[in-house]
């Protein structure tokens, strides 16, 4: 059975890096599970799961050199790819507010607290470099209930007046 | 009775798209009394379509009862169903039994109108709305072949911008 890797690539944004890495791993006889690729503030970031039968060594190898020709910042590491078992979000979180530090911090202490376990967090810092605003939209597991979410919310609120969060449950319908 | 078996993608059967019912005979009766029990074997389960189980027949069943708080019709077998009007939209998640270990966002209209027959050939109309609307809508779509992730929108972008409600109006 051939072993998992998690491949993590970063580096300055251009046009075809997926299509090349991509490219260079199937050909040395990679499958792919799942993969998050996404542009962050000017970088591509890419992480991969990939399936691969041969010594980890030589394939980092072998990658080496269309990562410095792409110029990307490569990780690769053997890793536990559990596939088949996604944990399914019950809760759906919108935060807004003028950008500060702290925010992501204070925000997902309290929903830790409460009993949140994030499956999927995207930021983004948008407006303009005088007044910039973030802006966060997470997933996840309600462990303890979403009742406790909601008390941590209205405390959270208090202590933060400036954020606005928005909370709905994510109500899948399975036919 | 029987609990039949579940169809899975990605089976190419499931790309199929179902013949009318026309004899609403004594293996109809037995077929969905089948359809039934395999669709409450399944937890959560509010609704399944004939062609789930490799049977290729315009029948679905939808019964969203077990969810509190919504308007619904109960139990129903539609036969031959057809979708006359539509109004409004609204993106929520959805999963199915032939899809295992995935959900998405999916669009669907809030209010429909139904025609359908019932399991005695009956025709019964109803107006739908909401949850039991999009139930209903995901049946019908295996009737013609297609599955959820055919119509999948966005999962990070789509905001579920209706009925979002904020955390001080609620109590």
């Given at each position: 059975m051939s072993q998992w890797f998690m491949l993590t690539l970063v580096g300055k944004d251009q046009a075809g890096i997926v299509a090349q890495v991509t490219t260079a791993l199937y050909e040395q006889g990679c499958n792919l599970g799942e993969a998050s690729m996404l542009r962050i503030g000017g970088n591509f970031t890419m992480m991969l799961m990939i399936a691969f039968d041969g010594q980890s060594d030589a394939l980092a190898e072998r990658l080496q050199p269309l990562a410095e020709k792409l110029q990307l910042q490569l990780h690769f590491d053997p890793i536990e790819g559990e596939l088949h078992h996604h944990q399914q979000s019950d809760v759906l979180l919108m935060v807004h507010g003028?950008?500060?530090?702290?925010i992501v911090a204070q925000v997902t202490s309290k929903l830790a607290d409460a009993g949140l376990n994030i499956v999927d967090l995207a930021s983004d810092v948008g407006g303009n470099e005088d007044n910039p605003f973030y802006i966060m939209q997470i997933e996840g597991v309600a462990t303890q209930g979403i009742e406790r979410l909601e008390q941590a919310l209205q405390e959270l609120l208090q202590q933060q007046p400036d954020l606005k969060v928005t909370m709905k449950p994510i109500d899948t319908m399975v036919m | 009775m029987a609990i039949l078996e579940i169809l899975k993608y990605p089976?190419?059967?499931?790309k199929t798209i179902s013949e009318p019912v026309t004899a609403f005979d004594e293996t109809l009766q037995t077929f969905i009394a089948d359809l039934d029990e395999t669709m409450n074997a399944s937890?959560?389960?509010v609704g399944i379509a004939a062609p789930q189980v490799g049977?290729?027949?315009?029948i679905v069943i939808v019964d969203v009862?077990?969810?509190?708080?919504i308007k619904h019709h109960g139990y129903m077998v539609l036969i031959?169903?057809?979708?006359?009007e539509w109004d409004g939209f609204e993106i929520a998640r959805e999963g199915c039994m032939s899809v295992p270990d995935y959900t998405g966002n999916v669009i669907r209209a809030t209010q429909i109108h139904l025609v359908a027959q019932n399991a005695e050939g009956e025709t019964i109309e109803y107006d739908m709305e909401g949850y039991e609307a999009r139930a209903v809508q995901h049946e019908l779509d295996h009737l013609d072949g297609l599955l959820f992730i055919d119509r999948l929108v966005s999962r990070r972008r789509d905001?579920?911008?209706?009925?979002?409600?904020?955390k001080k109006d609620k109590k």
């Open positions: 003028a950008d500060r530090a702290g | 089976d190419p059967r499931l937890p959560g389960g049977q290729f027949q315009r009862s077990s969810k509190k708080k031959n169903p057809e979708i006359t905001l579920f911008q209706r009925k979002v409600y904020k």
